[in-house]
């Protein structure tokens, strides 16, 4: 009886600093379609106020670096999660509903991509600064930074960043790219930040995940997005 009692305060505790500390995204890999060219992830968490689960599915075209017809899905649960719960629940329902959408595009689960960089920081503010990273199985070496701009403050605050990149062979040869859309003013994101960088399987198809903080009622959220390359 008393090792329950503790448990409950525990959870409760647990339940009462999300309300003030946001609600934190998990980001998931979904996979590549066999040429590299369509690439699909997702994103899931627990509201922090309501404690609903929730889940996002993204199908990405990589040379266009945006979402094809369709390929942007969302899903709210319509209870609060139990204690211990992380609200993957809900990614599961959205998936099993959507599985069309990954026969549509090719998209194969297990044909993931490889990191080729990971980001340790908890608490990072990394715009400006140069990232460097190297894809082992065809020698190339990377050279990536995010610069962001940010105008107003509290609930007019917007934002946008977009990444410079540089490729470098092992012959020498250099190549320069830009990446994101710097013109498109994102509400209440306060931060980005380079979470990770994956490569599909064929090495043609590069992708950036982006974390990013938002303004929220409970405090500060975490979401995530990408940016797409075809190399």
Do not use: C
């Not at 999300?18 to 980001?27: E, M, N, Q, T, V």
């Not at 017809?69 to 809900?90: F, L, N, R, T, V």
């Not at 931060?191 to 405090?219: C, H, L």
């Amino acid at each position: 009886m008393v090792l329950k009692k503790i448990l409950l305060i525990i959870a409760g505790a647990l339940i009462a600093s999300s309300l003030w500390a946001g609600d934190s995204a998990s980001f998931v890999d979904l996979g590549f379609s066999p040429d590299g060219r369509i690439y699909m992830f997702a994103q899931y968490g627990v509201q922090s106020g309501a404690l609903k689960p929730w889940a996002d599915l993204f199908v990405v075209d990589v040379a266009g670096n945006n979402f094809v017809s369709g390929g942007k899905i969302s899903y709210i649960h319509d209870s609060p999660i139990q204690a211990g719960q992380d609200g993957s629940g809900a990614l599961y329902r959205l998936i099993a509903k959507n599985a069309g959408l990954a026969d549509r595009y090719g998209i194969n689960f297990p044909n993931q991509g490889q990191p080729l960089y990971i980001s340790l920081d908890t608490n990072p503010s990394n715009s400006g600064e140069t990232i460097e990273f190297r894809d082992f199985e065809n020698g190339k070496s990377y050279r990536a930074n995010l610069v962001s701009t940010a105008e107003g403050s509290g609930p007019n605050l917007k934002s946008s960043f977009y990444i410079n990149l540089e490729s470098s062979s092992p012959g020498g040869q250099v190549k320069t790219y830009t990446i994101g859309t710097p013109q498109l003013k994102r509400a209440l994101i306060e931060s980005y930040n380079i979470k990770k960088v994956i490569i599909d399987p064929r090495g043609d198809s590069i992708i950036f995940v982006i974390e990013m903080k938002r303004q929220a009622e409970g405090g500060i959220d975490t979401r995530y997005m990408v940016e797409a390359l075809r190399l």
